[in-house]
Each structure stands twice: as C-alpha cells, then as structure tokens.
C-alpha cells in the first residue's frame, strides 16, 4: 500500500507560525547499531510541542486550572532517513488544523536540510471527566500566536 505524504512533509504553510526546536541525539535513544529507535521520534516530537507551547506562554497547569486538558488521540511518524547517535537535529513544530474541541500538531524532523521524518499529533480538548469539551478562545489565540520567547 502507498500512502501519500502527510502535509508537514512541505513544510509549515507560510501563514502558520512555527518553532524550531534543537535536540542532540543520545545514546540511549538508539539500537545496537546506534539508530535512533522509531519510538524515540515520539519523545521529540513531544517535546518540541511543549516547547512550542512555552514559547508563547502557554502552560499546562493554568489550562488544568479552567477544567481543560488535551490528551493524545492520534499520532503518526513516517521516517525518512535514520538519525544516529550524537546527530543534532531540528524539530520544526507548527499547528496544522484546529477544530472545536481538537488541535493538531505537525512536525518535521531534520538533520542540516534533509528531512528525517514528518509527523503529527492530535490533541483533543477535554474536560476533567474526559468529556470533549470547546477549546476556549483565549487558549486557541495563544497556541496560534508568535513566539514571545526564545
């Protein structure tokens, strides 16, 4: 089966504002022979959308403060080239669709140019009771906005 490539795989549309997120490979990611292990791209992607989300002031506990959580619904990775041990790469991280109660995050992973890997998450906007729930406006203009901070 051939699946087509996802749209992170063109990179941030031009109206999107978007991250770039530094992670150096460590040895502990990586298999007997020092390839970054497919379940490791899941930990970066994870941690460049947090670092996107901090970059512009957002902050998990003020939205668990207003009965507001976002769990994981779906995700995918479709790799590319491997990365290795000691590799320094760039997550790039922007927010590729929003709906009423769901945001979705598409990254690219690069070594230098060469993309690595292209990916996404869907994060669904819950109450406290699991309960899908309107992502408020206020929290939706912050994840949408410019980075404040480096």
Do not use: K
């Not at 292990?37 to 998990?60: D, K, M, P, Q």
């Amino acid at each position: 089966m051939i699946v087509p490539p996802h749209p992170a795989a063109f990179g941030p549309p031009a109206t999107a504002t978007a991250s770039r997120v530094p992670i150096r490979v460590r040895f502990a990611e990586t298999d007997l022979m020092a390839i970054v292990h497919h379940g490791s791209y899941l930990l970066y992607v994870e941690e460049a959308r947090v670092e996107y989300l901090r970059r512009r002031g957002a902050r998990y506990q003020d939205w668990i403060a207003r009965d507001m959580h976002f769990p994981v619904v779906d995700q995918r990775v479709r790799y590319r080239a491997a990365a290795r041990f000691a590799d320094e790469l760039v997550v790039l991280t922007w927010v590729g669709n929003v709906t009423r109660v769901s945001l979705r995050f598409d990254y690219q992973i690069l070594r230098g140019e060469q993309a690595l890997a292209e990916a996404y998450t869907t994060l669904a906007c819950v109450n406290g009771h699991h309960v899908p729930r309107p992502i408020e406006r206020s929290v939706l203009d912050q994840v949408l906005s410019q980075e404040s901070c480096p």
